[in-house]
């Protein structure tokens, strides 16, 4: 998948695709069984090219639903280039950060946990708060993945 926070979430009820930021995800196209029952000639074929296009070009799924009105939802999207970027710019080894911060390395978790994350995974800690809306997403987005 080219982005890694375009999500599609598929129940006996509805079909959401949708960007998960780390917050409150936002909907790219949603679609609730209501609707397909109501007019099924419009949106049964909306919802299955919605799905395909997620699948096959999600950059066409985006130009399709943009316009007015409507966040600007490429500036939300991220790749795992964007994750691995960040990681090497803001990442630091638990030694490292406790060094630069003046901590004991065997006491520091506690005290650790407070401005940063640990990404157990790449054995690193990344801030948690930063200026840059877009940095801000990404960094929220790894810290409240499983």
Known sequence: MKYLNLK?????ESVN???ETGGEPVHVVYWHMD???????????????AVHLFHT??????EKVSGIGVPDIKKLLFT???VESFTLEW??????????LGYDP?????LLVVDYFWMPVEEIWCPKIFNDERVQMIADYLRHKE
């Open 35 to 49: 609707e397909w029952l109501e007019d099924a000639e419009s949106s049964v074929p909306a919802t299955v090219n």
């Open 8 to 12: 599609l979430a598929i129940d006996s």
């Open 80 to 82: 795992s280039e964007d």
């Open 17 to 19: 695709v949708y960007v």
């Open 91 to 100: 990442g630091q080894s638990h030694d490292q950060l406790c060094y630069a």
């Open 106 to 110: 065997e006491t520091s978790d506690d």
């Open 57 to 62: 070009n999600p950059d066409e799924l985006i």
